[in-house]
């Protein structure tokens, strides 16, 4: 079980917007306010889309946008687009130079 | 360009060694701190091991592999190492290397793939 709890899947249509939540259990999430997410296609090697918890890194597209509240945080994707299936990962600094990363989820545009 | 190449992966049998290489381009290595990232086939992402600048000389390791894992890096050879050894089943999994961007993982190379079996 990951100290960082993802939902297994989540769904929406093109257009639409979602929204997957990190939820800390045994690492506190606003501990440190160091929260990343990554996106992976498959068999393509994980791509940061998310850094400390809201800002987009240079080429990321601003329908992708994250917050926390309280120990939890959210990737909100905007705008859904058929390239954004993937899977999802949140990932936290858990101090002294660790990370945790939750179990990933499966998004899938219907 | 920047890019990470990982190489050095393969099949081992448990309790065996292997050494991982990453070969970094297109930015200045020796100015970023390293991490080694490992996924199971077909399971989620895992840290495993993080290396500070030379000047600052610091390994960090997740539970699971420490004291049977080293990371090393060597500047002039703008390259980034994992000693796997004690390897057990599930240490099966594509071990990714990626620069560290403050608090995240900014650049990854493309993995090499570590299987551990009889």
């Known amino acids: 079980q990951s100290a960082l709890t993802q939902p297994r899947s989540v769904s929406g249509s093109p257009g639409q917007s979602v929204t997957i939540s990190c939820t800390g259990t045994s690492v506190g999430v606003d501990n440190y306010n160091r929260v990343s997410w990554y996106q992976q296609h498959p068999g393509k090697a994980p791509k940061l889309m998310i850094y400390d918890v809201s800002k987009r890194p240079s080429g990321v597209p601003d329908r992708f946008s994250g917050s926390t509240s309280g120990n939890t945080a959210s990737l909100t994707i905007s705008g859904l687009q058929a390239e954004d299936e993937a899977d999802y990962y949140c990932?936290?600094?858990?101090?002294?130079?660790?990370?945790?990363f939750g179990g990933g989820t499966q998004l899938t545009v219907l | 360009e920047v890019q990470l190449v990982e190489s050095g992966g393969g099949l081992v049998q448990p309790g065996g060694s292997l050494r991982l290489s990453c070969a970094a381009s297109?930015?200045?290595?020796?100015?970023?701190?390293m991490n080694w990232v490992r996924q199971a086939p077909g399971k989620g992402l895992e840290w495993v091991s993080n290396?500070?600048?030379?000047?600052?000389?610091?390994?960090y390791y997740a539970d699971s592999v420490k004291g049977r894992f080293t990371i090393s890096r060597d500047d002039a050879k703008n390259s980034l190492y994992l000693q796997l050894s004690g390897l057990r089943a599930e240490d099966t999994a594509i071990y990714y290397c990626?620069?560290?961007?403050?608090?995240?993982?900014?650049?990854w190379g493309q993995g090499t793939m570590v299987t551990v079996s009889s």
């Open positions: 290396i500070r600048t030379s000047s600052e000389n610091m390994e």
């Open positions: 990932c936290s600094y858990a101090g002294t130079h660790t990370w945790v």
């Open positions: 297109g930015f200045t290595f020796t100015t970023y701190p």
């Open positions: 990626a620069t560290d961007y403050g608090y995240a993982f900014d650049i």
